[in-house]
């Protein structure tokens, strides 16, 4: 593995691990299984609502998994569900606004981590950490930006 990718990834696991109990509590406030979080992060990347099966396919579940899994968000209230106007035969889900809180909540959870590794840092530090960031930034907006729209700079 290239030293680069390795350092980084030394960089950021502490972070995860981290913040990985908070993000456990706050997924099973929810009663998610794992197939079903998964499907909640599909959808919050996702720029239109999707097919159940783009979903099914993106998380590699069986069509039957997958309709079991909207079932149980859909009831929960976390998806909507409804059909294709084109073709009826289709259903799309996409996230409705509890939905988005869920992901949210569990975003929350990571960014904790973050805040309480950043109010640790001494003046000198925060000063290279921002500089670092800067430059982490502007690489992660350049490559990934097509991929998450939000990451793009506001207009």
């Known amino acids: 593995m290239d030293p680069l990718a390795v350092a980084l990834i030394m960089a950021v696991v502490p972070l995860i691990k981290d913040s990985q109990t908070e993000v ?34 993106q998380v590699s579940l069986s069509m039957a998994a997958a309709g079991r899994a909207v079932d149980g968000l859909v009831r929960g209230g ?17 996230l409705t606004d509890a939905g988005k809180k ?7 959870a990571r960014r ?4 309480r590794f950043v109010d640790a840092l001494n003046k000198t530090e925060r000063a290279a950490l921002t ?20 990451l793009l700079p506001p207009s």
């Open 78 to 94: 976390l998806l909507s569900r409804r059909e294709d106007p084109l073709d009826r035969r289709i259903k799309r889900i996409g």
């Open 102 to 108: 869920a992901i949210e909540q569990i975003g929350a």
């Open 24 to 57: 456990m509590t706050a997924t099973a406030e929810f009663d998610l299984t794992m197939s079903q979080l998964r499907m909640l992060f599909v959808l919050d990347k996702a720029r239109a609502d999707l097919a159940v099966n783009e979903v099914a396919d």
């Open 131 to 150: 500089a670092a960031v800067a430059t982490l930034g502007a690489l992660t907006r350049k490559h990934f930006s097509a991929m998450f729209p939000s």
């Open 112 to 115: 904790h981590s973050v805040e």
